[in-house]
């Protein structure tokens, strides 16, 4: 009975932390944008095939960058008025990873409700969450960066979490630099 009361308060609680990130930033939500270096992805995406694009890089950035690849792609592939939405909400989902992780893993960091609670918090009001890097997939790496993180203090759990937590390190490695610094404590 107490870990159905836990679950139901673990769900209500992620449910209040998606009203607030629609109140933080309702006209991303609502109105969707490129923001700045998303344009570039977007033009690559827009004007070479897929196999192309996938493999683009873009010089300035100086790193290949598979998660923008990725939502520039699929956003090539609704009318271009909604292309933002695909960049917007694809980031947006990849934000809720590291709180999900943090609310349902079982962590070695987190090890009770209070802690996982405090631990979202601290999160979802810290640094990543700054107008600059909120919501667009170019700053996507950062929360890949975190993913990676929780990822390393999560216990060891059956295969199926296995193959996505491999499956989400792999993505974040391809994204950005962040995560590939943590490779010496895998």
């Given at each position: ?35 700045g ?27 290949y ?10 956003s ?71 993913i ?16 996505l937590?491999?499956s ?15 490779t010496?404590?895998?």
């Amino acid at each position: 009975m107490n870990f159905l009361i836990s679950s139901k308060f673990k769900i209500i609680f992620f449910l209040i932390i998606l009203l607030i990130s629609f109140y933080r930033s309702p006209y991303i939500f609502l109105e969707g944008r490129f923001f700045g270096e998303e344009g570039w992805w977007f033009q690559s995406a827009y004007e070479n095939n897929f196999f192309k694009h996938f493999s683009y890089f873009a010089e300035i950035a100086g790193y290949y960058n598979l998660i923008v690849n990725l939502l520039t792609e699929l956003s090539t592939y609704v009318p271009l008025i909604y292309a933002p939405f695909v960049t917007v909400y694809g980031s947006f989902i990849i934000i809720l990873i590291p709180i999900l992780l943090i609310v349902f893993g079982d962590s070695y960091l987190f090890k009770n409700d209070k802690q996982k609670f405090v631990g979202c918090l601290i999160f979802f009001i810290t640094y990543p969450h700054i107008p600059e890097i909120w919501i667009n997939s170019v700053n996507s790496q950062i929360y890949l960066f975190f993913i990676s993180l929780l990822i390393l203090y999560l216990r060891p759990s059956d295969k199926k979490n296995k193959i996505l937590m491999s499956s989400l390190l792999f993505l974040s490695g391809m994204s950005g630099i962040y995560s590939c610094a943590l490779t010496p404590l895998y």
